[in-house]
């Protein structure tokens, strides 16, 4: 009987590595399939998925390449990619959980909570943290080699050209025109663009990463109103006390080539009456508690500064949050909220955020939006022996969970009848005859169910055929969900559609180019559509 040859054991290794990452892409490929075919308990699954890990990814990646025309490729894309979010969330969150970490990390920690917005709100566009680290590594080698003997040089004459180096590839202060555009907010977006210009919180912080990797240690300076970076002239780790000034290089990537003169910084707080004691924490470094906290007031200052969807001709925020170019402003807000539930949670000693009214404010958007986030909470806040969910909580979690799992009601189209025929189904794209929208049918009743109150704000008995006729759940291209009067529906069939709907996955299996209807994921509740 011939011997059969010894495998080694990295052959061994290779081989369970595989073994185990075909299963697990076998059971994500399940539990995406379920997610697909039953609009039920979807929550769960998508929990199933998250305690895959970041190895999902890879998966989930080919299911957005699924034709939206064919199948149930429209539904399966748009879970995918709640998915793949739903995973990036979580990794921001893991990264913003690490605030009060051991000091010896704060250098390594600077680029990664900031990916971590990115991380957060822009999904599959977003730069991943290693992709970060490695562009960073790109500029800190290229400093080297276009350097004669840089490794000789001392601290200071590092520092400034580092500075000299990220200045000339354009790292610094965006324009006035452009300077509160959402996109200024990312590093990763400010490393992957030929213009990299971005706010001065995020030119800091490159300069801090890089100068890191070259021996330099760099912070930025918790000043007000504009951040500038502090490198020890000694070679130490520089620290949050600011008793050691004589043995700092004060710098500005954002606006200047030069050094900043310490009397410079004094005589600016001077003007803002900052006392000795206010002088010294200002001119000490930025905690990263501090970082998350200014990063978010940016965040909410460019929301502020950004026309509201339709109010301006010109759009000057670039189309990083929204496939079709309007800053995704839900996605914004809950964010910072997020950063702000792990601080107070993780940072300090009361739990503010978690008080009943803040936690109610903060499930709105998990309800409208990111209902499967709700396993987030338990994750990540919920989930260290001796908490508890009380109150409002306790209901608001258990209240999207129950909605998850509610069968819905089954709604057959009526017997002829002419005062309640529906004459539209779930799938028929329109526009809306006064406002000229473009929409799309998700659900209907046979007669006006608004209460009474909306009924008579809205107008209805002063249609032509007032309350008494079908009345039609809508989503829109702007995300929003509208409830429109039969008498104004007005059908159309416009070229690929599912391009201008976000959510359409989400109600929807594929668009049907010979019917040019969008055909219905939700038989439960409307059988005959």
């Known amino acids: 009987m011939q011997n059969r040859p010894i495998q080694s054991n990295d052959e061994n290794n290779w081989r369970a590595t595989y073994i185990e990452r075909h299963c697990k892409a076998r059971r994500v490929k399940h539990w995406l399939d379920a997610i697909v075919e039953k609009r039920t308990n979807r929550i769960s699954r998508y929990e199933k998925i998250l305690m895959e890990g970041d190895e999902a990814k890879d998966t989930l990646i080919v299911e957005l390449h699924h034709e939206p025309t064919a199948g149930d490729g429209l539904c399966r894309a748009f879970h995918a990619r709640e998915i793949l979010g739903l995973l990036q969330r979580s990794s921001a969150i893991t990264e913003w959980r690490r605030i009060d970490s051991n ?24 730069c991943n943290l290693d992709q970060i680290s490695a562009m960073l590594d790109e500029h800190s080698i290229a400093i080297q080699t276009s350097v004669p003997r840089f490794e000789e040089l001392s601290i200071y004459d590092k520092s400034m050209k580092t500075l000299s180096y990220l200045r000339s590839q354009g790292f610094s202060a965006a324009t006035d025109s452009n300077y509160h555009d959402l996109q200024n907010n990312f590093i990763g977006q400010a490393l992957l663009t030929k213009n990299n210009a971005c706010l001065p919180l995020i030119s800091v912080v490159i300069y801090c990463a890089v100068a890191r990797r070259l021996g330099v240690s760099a912070r930025p300076l918790n000043f007000p109103f504009h951040v500038y970076a502090v490198v020890s002239n000694d070679g130490n780790a520089l620290d949050l006390d600011s008793s050691t000034q004589s043995r700092r290089i004060y710098l500005d990537p954002a606006r200047s080539d030069e050094e900043v003169a310490i009397e410079d910084l004094k005589t600016q707080l001077r003007r803002l009456s900052a006392d000795d004691s206010e ?59 997020w950063t702000r539930l792990v601080y107070s949670y993780y940072a300090e000693a009361e739990n503010y955020f978690l008080s009943e009214p803040s936690f109610r404010r903060f499930l709105v958007p998990i309800r409208s939006r990111f209902p499967s986030d709700i396993v987030l909470l338990d ?113 159309c069939s416009p070229e690929r559609p599912d391009r201008s709907f976000r959510e359409a996955g989400l109600y929807f299996k594929r668009w049907d180019v010979h019917q040019g209807i969008f055909i219905s994921n939700n038989r439960e509740e409307y059988p005959d559509d």
Not at 111 to 122: P, S, V
Not at 457 to 479: E, K, N
């Open 103 to 126: 000091p010896e990390e704060y250098p390594i920690l600077l680029e990664r909570l900031m990916g971590a917005f990115e991380l957060f709100m822009l999904g599959e566009q977003a």
């Open 279 to 337: 002088t010294s924490e200002l001119l000490s470094t930025l905690s990263l508690t501090g970082l998350v906290e200014r990063t978010g007031r940016n965040l909410l200052q460019s929301l502020r500064m950004t026309p509201e969807p339709g109010q301006a001709a010109q759009n000057l925020f670039a189309p990083i949050l929204h496939p079709r170019g309007t800053p995704d402003r839900l996605t914004v807000n809950y964010c910072v909220s």
């Open 379 to 491: 994750k990540h806040i919920f989930n260290r022996s001796g908490d508890s969910k009380t109150g409002d909580v306790l209901l608001g979690i258990e209240d999207v969970r129950t909605c998850d799992l509610e069968e819905p009601p089954r709604k057959s189209r009526p017997v002829i009848d002419p005062q309640h025929d529906v004459q539209f189904k779930v799938g028929q794209v329109f526009r809306h005859k006064r406002y000229r929208y473009l929409g799309v049918v998700i659900g209907w009743d046979t007669e006006c169910s608004g209460d009474e109150r909306w009924i008579q704000q809205m107008g209805v008995d002063a249609l032509p055929r007032g309350r008494s006729q079908g009345f039609y759940h809508t989503l829109t291209t702007d995300d929003s969900r509208r409830y429109v009067a039969e008498e104004n529906i007005e059908p």
